[in-house]
């Protein structure tokens, strides 16, 4: 393969962190990177200065538009995760009949070592990062990549045969795939986002469902039997299925029974762990350590390897995170609940009455499942951004009217101080994207931290 692209040039579209890594990596094998950058709001002088300073002086640099005689003369395209497949651009190199790989692609086809891949709509980064707490509690070489805000491409070659590859593989970063295989596989859940790129749940599923394309029965795939999606999904699955839930006791696989999660074998059951045992809080993160129990024994870890690991994980940053009590009041930071589903664990994992931020980027959501488990949880709700609007009138039809607009990050933060009482929490879960205020949904996490952690005690 490396061979292949040797002396070829190979179109990166895109100059974020996945297109940063893919000029590293096509540079190393000898390929001759050219970068397309289609926002002509940067210079040639900005991109350059993204990338590592070996790969800036042999990447051809190109900003706004390409030209066809420019694309004839490519080999292969790797698009960054946010370019649709359907986009203007993408169009006319498919109609060239170029070959496309996205970003996991390109770098699974020049790496080593065994890969255990993770995706669906919530809960990945928290599974993913456990995963990778337990890999690397029992394996030399782990590295954990990819939609968690480390290049898969970047890190490439210096895998090993004896590697664990844990990825966190989104469905942008899954429509372009060929040769990727993962050992061990698992999509936790399937509900409506990304809808504005999808444009159909059929179409997000089956991106979703990309991840197990070259499994085999000897491989495993881990799934979410109280989703309809998943569930349905495992009987048409082409490796073997481990599934996990919350809701049903299971002949075979991972269930919670009250406070206990329980490993199913033909029907015989042996209990694995209270979950008061360890410190993530909320039943979505019960579903996202029964997915890692069972992704870790199918790659061979001890149970009890795994379940130390598991008792001494704290949250991810920027999910259903405690920040800080300040007079009397808890604030949570969930600023990663950029979907309805989402944040509906968010809430459900609030124990006082609650004060929730909500509102942003709209993605094309619709927000009536996620009014309805406000309950006696959710006492106020501060709308901001571009959907404040439409999720106001989505609440007036469920009956829920105590809501008010806020203009500002900065004014919704100050308002939620004013108005909560000692025995109340605070939470930001917006479920929304954040790309109407912030760059990320980590930045906006941040932001509200920074603003609890200067608030008198």
Same mark, same amino acid.
Not at 78 to 90: I, Q
């Given at each position: 393969?490396? !061979?292949?692209? =040797?002396g070829?040039?190979?179109l990166v579209?895109?100059?974020?962190?996945s297109g940063v890594g893919? /000029?590293k990596?096509?540079d190393?094998?000898?390929a001759?990177p050219v970068?397309?950058?289609e926002?002509t709001?940067v210079t040639?002088?900005?991109?350059?200065?993204?990338?590592?300073e070996?790969?800036?002086d042999?990447?051809?640099?190109i900003?706004?538009e390409?030209?066809?005689?420019?694309?004839?003369?490519i080999?292969?395209v790797? $698009?960054?995760?946010?370019? $649709?497949?359907?986009?203007?651009?993408?169009m006319?190199?498919k109609a060239?009949n170029?070959p496309?790989?996205s970003?996991i692609?390109?770098?699974?086809n020049?790496?080593k070592?065994?890969?255990? !891949?993770?995706?669906?709509?919530n809960?990945?980064t928290?599974t993913?990062?456990l995963v990778g707490?337990?890999?690397k509690?029992h394996?030399?070489s782990v590295y954990?990549?990819?939609n968690?805000?480390v290049? %898969?491409?970047e890190?490439?070659?210096g895998?090993?045969d004896d590697t664990?590859?844990?990825?966190?593989?989104?469905?942008?970063?899954?429509?372009?795939?060929?040769?990727?295989?993962? =050992?061990?596989?698992?999509?936790?859940?399937i509900?409506?986002?990304h809808l504005?790129?999808?444009?159909?749940m059929? +179409?997000?599923?089956s991106?979703?469902?990309n991840i197990?394309?070259?499994?085999?029965a000897?491989?495993? +795939?881990?799934?979410?039997?109280?989703?309809?999606?998943?569930?349905? *999904?495992?009987?048409?699955c082409?490796?073997?299925?481990?599934?996990?839930?919350?809701?049903e006791?299971?002949?075979?696989?991972f %269930?919670?029974?009250?406070d206990?999660? /329980?490993m199913a074998? #033909?029907g015989?059951?042996?209990?694995i762990?209270n979950i008061h045992?360890?410190?993530?809080?909320g039943?979505?993160?019960v579903?996202?350590v029964?997915?890692?129990i069972a992704?870790s024994?199918?790659m061979g870890v001890?149970?009890?390897?795994i379940l130390e690991?598991i008792?001494?994980?704290k949250a991810?940053e920027?999910?259903?995170?405690?920040?800080?009590?300040?007079?009397?009041v808890d604030?949570y930071?969930?600023?990663?609940?950029?979907?309805p589903d989402?944040?509906i664990?968010?809430?459900?994992?609030?124990?006082?009455?609650?004060i929730?931020?909500g509102g942003g980027y709209?993605?094309?959501?619709e927000?009536?499942?996620?009014?309805? +488990? %406000?309950?006696?949880t959710?006492?106020l709700?501060?709308?901001i951004g571009?959907?404040k609007? =439409?999720? @106001?009138?989505?609440?007036?039809k469920? #009956?829920f009217?105590?809501?008010v607009?806020?203009?500002? %990050?900065?004014?919704?933060?100050? *308002?939620c101080t004013?108005? @909560?009482?000692?025995?109340? !929490?605070v939470l930001?879960?917006?479920a +929304?994207a954040?790309?109407?205020m912030f760059?990320s949904?980590?930045?906006? #996490? =941040?932001? *509200?931290?920074?603003?609890?952690?200067?608030?008198a005690?």
């Open positions: 393969m490396t !061979a292949d692209l =040797k070829k040039r190979v579209i895109g100059s974020g962190l893919s /000029v990596l096509l190393q094998i000898g001759l970068m397309l950058e926002n709001k040639e002088e900005d991109i350059r200065k993204k990338l590592y070996e790969d800036r042999k990447t051809e640099i900003i706004g390409i030209t066809d005689d420019t694309l004839r003369s080999s292969l790797v $698009p960054s995760p946010a370019v $649709p497949l359907d986009s203007p651009t993408v006319r190199i060239l170029i496309i790989w970003e692609e390109l770098a699974y020049f790496s070592g065994t890969m255990v !891949a993770i995706t669906g709509t809960g990945k928290t993913t990062t707490e337990i890999m509690a394996y030399e954990v990549v990819g968690i805000g290049s %898969f491409a890190n490439a070659l895998m090993r664990v590859i844990v990825g966190e593989i989104s469905s942008f970063q899954l429509e372009a795939v060929d040769n990727f295989h993962a =050992k061990v596989s698992a999509i936790l859940n509900t409506p986002d504005n790129r999808h444009h159909t059929e +179409c997000y599923a991106m979703k469902e197990t394309n070259k499994q085999t000897e491989d495993t +795939c881990v799934l979410n039997y109280d989703n309809e999606y998943t569930r349905n *999904f495992g009987k048409r082409p490796s073997k299925v481990v599934f996990f839930s919350t809701k006791e299971l002949k075979d696989g %269930f919670l029974d009250g206990n999660i /329980v074998n #033909g015989s059951k042996t209990v762990m045992d360890m410190n993530l809080v039943l979505c993160n579903e996202n029964m997915a890692a992704m024994l199918a001890p149970l009890s390897t690991v008792r001494n994980f991810v920027h999910r259903i995170e405690f920040v800080a009590t300040k007079r009397g604030y930071n969930d600023s990663k609940g950029t979907n989402a944040a664990q968010g809430i459900k994992a609030m124990s006082k009455p609650t929730l931020i709209d993605k094309g959501s927000y009536d499942e996620w009014l309805e +488990c %406000f309950g006696d959710v006492k709700l501060v709308l571009q959907t609007e =439409k999720i @106001a009138e989505c609440a007036k469920h #009956g009217t105590n809501y607009f806020k203009d500002t %990050f900065e004014e919704a933060l100050e *308002f004013e108005s @909560a009482q000692p025995g109340d !929490a930001l879960s917006p +929304c954040s790309w109407d760059p949904y980590e930045v906006r #996490g =941040k932001k *509200f931290k920074e603003y609890v952690n200067k608030l005690e």
